[in-house]
């Protein structure tokens, strides 16, 4: 392949111009063919082919004077010891493995000096692609890559066998795209700059597939989405475009590097989809891994504190997706995470920390399969939304209908406007929230948590205060008559900002998470899906509004004051284990586990710490009623 490049090598040599990427491109083109055609000219330490051979030795000369002429950089004299160790090897004829290791570590080591992009901005088109291929490069390269088109006879040198297995393993797709873009020398293949260089790349990548057969890509396929290693191998598009297969093969094996390469040569998407997920965590493990080497070392503190980055920086950004998939699963890892905080608490001996730091690693590595495929199906996407919504405002829903319906029975519809408020400016504080999220800066999974538990608990002290107090109004005597003279009297303008501080608190911490999960699971390609299940889910909590609102209307006021003290007691205990709950993720708040279920719906988790809040909560609500029921009891008039 030396003659196909042969005027490339006989260019003149440039200065360090504003050029400079193409003098950068041009260089590593230089080496990358030595890399690839080395082994034609050389074959056991002996020559087989002095044409090719004197042409290796041209290119890897011209390399090294080229590298000498770019402007200089910190790592020049590194670049150019690596240039006269391919110079030495070439000319003591050394075995091709080696020669194409020591010109493809200065090609990519060039890249990295002078930052030139090696992938494509964005995921290649690889359906447009195939309509390139045919139109422009079938007449020479054949349909199918084996250099067999109606135009190949005629070409002298020939074109090259795309599918030839032996070449693709020593070419990456960041060569092709090299090729594609700046031609041949030489050959009869042009640079074709009048395409994009999004139709470059994509064309590249569709080369870079037509030496593997689809039954190697499904294999690929099932090898990508069984080995989390391996989807850390590929955290961006980077790392795809500039591996080889001969490379990958030195950590992979021969044959899975050949299917991993062959799925992510057709499927590059699947990069792209795994990324957030992949890099949030490997950063899990990592903070993990550091956190353990902390504890051994004899510093708690560091472990702590790099225990809870492995969850709030690595773990809890794929948590929506991982709700979606498996709900178990994402509470065994956030009871295992608070386990091994509470190990480290307690100064646990090391082995039992590097016992429990094992489980995590193997939850861990649960949740990347779990989340390796491209995206949630859309039932699940759909179901999850609609659950999410749910199960965030349902409680909002409840605090808010009891404030409604307590007004219209005091006849003060007047105050209706300060709830109403509330609830309107939590919801548009949300919005504003999906924008700064979006847009401005990222919530970080430490903010997230503090301000859910801050205001849990700050909604769960305000609801157990005014549940008692509707307590001891359900049991007042003559009830019309305190309405009329007392609850008007009671609800001034301060009281009014009081219920409408409520509403935006209860309503904004539930509004608050739930557009946090949507943004998260808004990259998982099913955005119809998951805006119908919001629509469904607004739609199932209006329909429940209604039907408290009309049969809170039919309840005697004092049994009305009875039941929705109670409910509202119910919340302020469901809140308060919440509260403590987000404290422990957020690292406020000590852990210490404890055998029980986990149902987060109603704030119970297998922690001493949130049992504990509600239990006190508990506590506090029964003794109010008991007190309300020793001070007054109903009279006949108050049961109508």
Known sequence: MGVVVALLATLPLPAATPAIEADVRQTWQLLDYVGVDYGGAVANGAVVSGTEY???????????????????????????????????????????????????????????????????????????????YVSQCSSCHGLTGHADGPAAAALSPPPVAFADAARARERSTFALYQVISQGVAGTAMPAFTTLSDEERWALAFRVGTLAYPPTLQRDGEQLWQATPALRGRFPNMDAVTRITEAELSASLGEQPARAALAYLRAHPEAVTASRTTTASLVLARQRLEESQTAYTAGDPARATALALSAYLDGFEPVEPSLALRDRALLDRVEHAMGEYRARIARGAPVADIAAQADVLRTLIDGADT???????????????????????????????????????????????????????????????????????????????????????????????????????????????????????????????????????????????????????????????????????????????????????????????????????????????????????????????????????????????????????????????????????????????
């Open 54 to 132: 004197q042409e290796m030795q041209e290119f890897v000369a011209t390399a090294r004077a080229r590298l000498a002429a770019l402007p200089a950089s910190t790592d020049r004299d590194t670049h150019l010891a690596q240039a006269d160790q391919l110079v030495a090897a070439v000319a003591a004829k050394a075995d091709a493995a080696a020669v194409a290791r020591l010109a493809h570590g200065l090609a990519d080591a060039l890249l990295a000096t002078y930052g030139i992009a090696v992938a494509p901005r964005a995921v290649p088109d690889l359906s447009r692609a195939q309509t390139l």
């Open 370 to 640: 779990a989340l390796s495929t491209s995206s949630a199906d859309a039932t699940t996407a759909f179901l999850g939304s609609l659950t999410i919504l749910l199960r965030e405002g349902l409680e909002a829903l409840l605090i808010v209908i009891a404030m409604i319906a307590f007004l219209r029975k005091a006849e003060r519809t007047d105050v209706l406007r300060y709830v109403h408020a509330g609830w309107m400016g939590a919801l548009l504080a949300g919005l504003l929230t999906w924008g700064i999220a979006t847009y401005v800066v990222s919530v970080s999974g430490a903010g997230r948590e503090v301000t859910e538990g801050i205001s849990s608990l700050f909604a769960a002290a305000v609801l157990l205060g005014v549940g008692i107090w509707m307590h001891q109004k359900s049991l007042a005597g003559r009830w019309q008559q305190y309405v009329r003279e007392k609850l008007s009297a009671a609800l001034t303008r301060r009281s009014a900002w009081f219920l409408f501080a409520l509403a935006f608190i209860s309503v904004y911490r539930e509004v608050f998470e739930t557009i946090l999960f949507y943004i998260a699971l808004w990259n998982e390609n099913n955005g119809l899906a998951l805006l119908a299940g919001l629509v469904t889910g607004i739609v199932l909590l209006g329909v429940i509004a209604v039907v408290l609102l009309r049969y809170s209307k039919r309840l005697p006021i004092a049994q009305f004051f009875s039941w929705s003290s109670l409910l509202i007691a119910v919340l302020a205990v469901v809140l308060a284990g919440k509260g403590v709950a987000a404290l422990q993720e957020a690292g406020w708040v000590a852990v210490q586990p404890i055998d029980g279920p986990r149902l987060a719906l109603l704030g119970i988790y297998p922690s001493l710490q949130p049992v504990l809040a509600q239990l006190a909560v508990l506590i506090v609500a029964v003794l109010g009623f008991v007190v309300n029921r020793r001070s007054g009891k109903p009279t006949t008039a108050d049961r109508r």
